[in-house]
């Protein structure tokens, strides 16, 4: 633990949401001082521009068709040498 640091920091409490409880907004250390209404409209300009998450797009079939291409080449190779082995 830190001592003789401080941060300053916004909590939202949020009853109305079915997701979140609060959201905590931890002021950057730099920035000078602000109002607490300040803090809050920008708290809730942040909310209110929402997170958007990027899906990461999915490759699978791509993924699925080299591995079975690597597993019927191993298993032809297998079944070659083999042959030559036993004959």
């Known amino acids: ?10 909590v939202l409490q949020m009853p109305e949401s079915e997701t979140f409880e ?3 907004l931890v002021l950057r250390h730099e920035s000078t001082a602000v109002s607490h ?3 809050l409209t920008e708290a809730n300009r942040l909310i209110g521009a929402g997170v958007t998450v990027k ?3 999915r490759a699978f079939p791509v993924r699925t068709a080299f591995f079975l291409l690597g597993l019927v080449v191993g298993a ?7 042959a030559l082995l036993a004959s």
Do not use: H, I
């Not at 032809?76 to 083999?82: D, G």
């Open 1 to 10: 633990m830190l001592r003789g640091y401080q941060k300053q920091m916004v």
């Open 22 to 24: 609060c959201a905590w």
């Open 37 to 39: 209404s300040d803090m």
């Open 55 to 57: 899906q990461k797009k």
């Open 76 to 82: 032809a190779l297998f079944f070659a040498f083999s």
